[in-house]
T-cell receptor, first 113, second 113 residues
Framework: DSGVTQTPKHLITATGQRVTLRCSPRSGDLSVYWYQQSLDQGLQFLIQYYNGEERAKGNILERFSAQQFPDLHSELNLSSLELGDSALYFC????????????FGEGSRLTVL | KNEVEQSPQNLTAQEGEFITINCSYSVGISALHWLQQHPGGGIVSLFMLSSGKKKHGRLIATINIQEKHSSLHITASHPRDSAVYICAAHRMYSGGGADGLTFGKGTHLIIQP
């Protein structure tokens, strides 16, 4: 158990819909990262938050957004969903904002039909 | 060309064999991670390296910053080591900041009894 909690574990929805994925980092970790893993693209970095502020941005689509709340949990919002958004979405946390050992959640599997 | 390249892509070996997985990167990094992903999806961080060598049980990770190369070794391999092993680099920018990870495509390792 990494200490990072992601919900929901599985989500099935239709094209055009909007979903929210939630991540609770390990106690004491200030940094949260979001990653997408799809069959064709592999793992890709989406976005990082550190202590409530956006720290770095990767290959995140404009239809996607994220935020980190004062209690340090984070949400990834995916809107106008397309079939190609079907993927595993991982959250990871670390103590440090720049580099540090990463602890991954079990992922949220999104299926868009 | 990907910024992080792994080899081999697939590796099948017999129980007890010494395993080596290689990772080369083409960008400046602040740290390199080795991750393990079992069927079913969960990701576990094995090592984070910025220089030298680290050992944990039967796993050894090395990095050569000058050659931009890292290796993951498994001694006395066991069927439970069967998994995907992923190399990921924390890129470093001239201002000293680092962003989220850039991932290799992974090495699918199967250890046969």
């Amino acid at each position: 158990d990494s200490g990072v909690t992601q919900t929901p574990k599985h989500l099935i929805t239709a094209t055009g819909q909007r979903v929210t994925l939630r991540c609770s980092p390990r106690s004491g970790d200030l940094s949260v990262y979001w990653y997408q893993q799809s069959l064709d693209q592999g793992l890709q970095f989406l976005i990082q938050y550190y202590n409530g502020e956006e720290r770095a941005k990767g290959n995140i689509l404009e239809r996607f957004s994220a935020q980190q709340f004062p209690d340090l949990h984070s949400e990834l919002n995916l809107s106008s969903l397309e079939l190609g958004d079907s993927a595993l979405y991982f959250c990871a946390s670390s103590v440090e904002g720049s580099t540090g050992e990463l602890f991954f959640g079990e992922g949220s599997r999104l299926t868009v039909l | 060309k990907n910024e992080v390249e792994q080899s081999p892509q697939n590796l099948t070996a017999q129980e007890g064999e010494f395993i080596t997985i290689n990772c080369s990167y083409s960008v400046g990094i602040s740290a390199l991670h080795w991750l393990q992903q079992h069927p079913g999806g969960g990701i576990v961080s094995l090592f984070m390296l910025s220089s030298g060598k680290k050992k944990h049980g039967r796993l050894i990770a090395t990095i050569n910053i000058q050659e931009k190369h890292s290796s993951l070794h498994i001694t006395a391999s066991h069927p439970r080591d069967s998994a995907v092993y992923i190399c990921a680099a924390h890129r470093m920018y001239s201002g000293g900041g680092a962003d989220g990870l850039t991932f290799g495509k992974g090495t699918h390792l199967i250890i046969q009894p």
